[in-house]
């Protein structure tokens, strides 16, 4: 009797036990809380003193409640510091859940959002950006022509833009940064596609504004591009004494960067910092999803790098761009991270050298780079689309007949 009544008890303690709060074993502080417009989003700071442990969750549909938790935490304030236009935050909501030692941050918007995350030190803090979903383009289903030959979508991703200035050069004491040169290099290249009617070309961004690296992979697979060429200019760090110049080609690679100089341009280009796709499964789950996603990764880098050498050969035979030629390289560049299509970024030279950041201000030099992209663009699908070559070629099939 006495035994089973110790397990009856020793049962009903586990079940206790079950049922408790889970504590956890450090105690977070938060310092501040802080709500700002941006140049196309919203960003919220949360200041702590330790490194946050969180979770975001969206909430679907034209309107919506954003909600960040965050584990551990003590004290907080009790309201956000927000400014008198909060663009699309209409108002928001804290609750300091004492007994689990939790902090519910809700965010009430008028528009469909998507939230990006990121954490930095010094103080601790975690970034939420919060992107409103119209305002990423889509493009319409291209025509179809005649014979049956379907156009194919190139997306042009000029890098960089609005906050986010890329690297930094000189010309004649003008500073120049690298957004400022890869639009008019992809309008440029937009031209050549758009007057060729076996493609369709799609950018990312239009105008001088800031555009996520997420949103720009998003851009591609929602137009159901077939190719990928994100523009930009190379730099070395301002400190340093180095004379760098030349192009070079990156594809995507989970290699780790070995070196100051590559670790120094992955910086600037991976600047955006987020959460991969699968940050919100659990751990098991995001371990399997992780795999598949780096094979599927692993396999678009192949058709990268074929993409790759066929904008090196149209390159190189321009005697310039030949003479101080950097190479395919590999990198972990996060807007290369697309599933859907082979994808390349192209550094076109150093725009912290004075003679190359000099030539990327002037017109006549961004329409001959824009003519060696549009004919590498053009070289990879006679060599490796054998549809797209067919239609190429049957115009002057047909002439040849007559």
Aim: glycine residues 6%; hydrophobic residues 40%.
């Amino acid at each position: 009797m006495k035994s089973s009544i110790q397990r009856l008890l020793l049962r009903m303690m586990a079940v206790c036990i079950l049922l408790m709060p889970v504590m956890p074993s450090f105690a977070a502080h938060v310092s501040d809380i802080r709500l700002g417009r941006h140049d196309g989003f919203v960003r919220c700071v949360i200041e702590l003193d330790s490194k946050p442990v969180f979770s975001v969750h969206n909430a679907s549909g034209p309107e919506q409640t954003v909600s960040i938790d965050l584990r551990g935490v003590t004290r907080a304030p009790s309201r956000i510091d927000m400014p008198e236009d909060s663009g699309f935050v209409k108002d928001h909501k804290v609750d300091l859940l004492s007994d689990y030692s939790l902090l519910r941050l809700y965010l009430r918007t008028n528009a469909s959002v998507r939230a990006e995350t990121m954490t930095m030190q010094d103080p601790w803090r975690l970034v939420v950006d919060l992107h409103e979903e119209s305002t990423v383009t889509t493009a319409a289903a291209p025509a179809i022509l005649s014979d049956g030959f379907r156009p194919r979508v190139v997306v042009v991703d000029p890098g960089h833009g609005g906050k986010h200035r890329g690297g930094i050069g000189k010309v004649r004491g003008r500073t120049v940064t690298e957004a400022d040169v890869t639009l008019p290099l992809a309008f440029e290249l937009e031209k050549l596609l758009a007057a060729d009617p076996m493609f369709v070309p799609i950018l990312t961004r239009r105008r001088d504004t800031y555009v996520g690296l997420r949103d720009r992979t998003r851009v591609a697979e929602r137009a159901n591009g077939n190719l990928f060429l994100s523009i930009h200019y190379n730099a070395v760090p301002p400190s340093s004494r180095s004379n760098a110049r030349g192009m070079e080609f990156w594809v995507w690679s989970p290699k780790e960067v070995d070196n100051v100089a590559t670790r120094y341009l992955m910086k600037l280009d991976n600047e955006e910092g987020s959460d991969t796709t699968v940050s919100g499964t659990s751990k098991s789950a995001r371990s399997v999803l992780s795999r598949m996603l780096l094979d599927s990764l692993e396999e678009q880098a192949l058709s990268s790098r074929v993409f790759a050498k066929s904008l090196e050969r149209a390159f190189l035979k321009d005697r310039y761009f030949k003479s101080d030629y950097r190479g395919i390289k590999d990198g972990r560049f996060k807007v290369l991270e697309n599933y859907n299509m082979p994808s390349v970024l192209i550094e076109v030279g150093f725009i912290s050298h004075s003679a190359e950041a000099r030539l990327s201000t002037q017109k006549e030099f961004q329409r001959r780079v824009a003519r060696h992209m549009y004919n590498g663009i053009v070289d990879y699908y006679m060599r490796n689309d054998g549809s797209f070559r067919a239609a190429r070629l049957a115009p002057r099939a047909e002439m040849a007949a007559k």
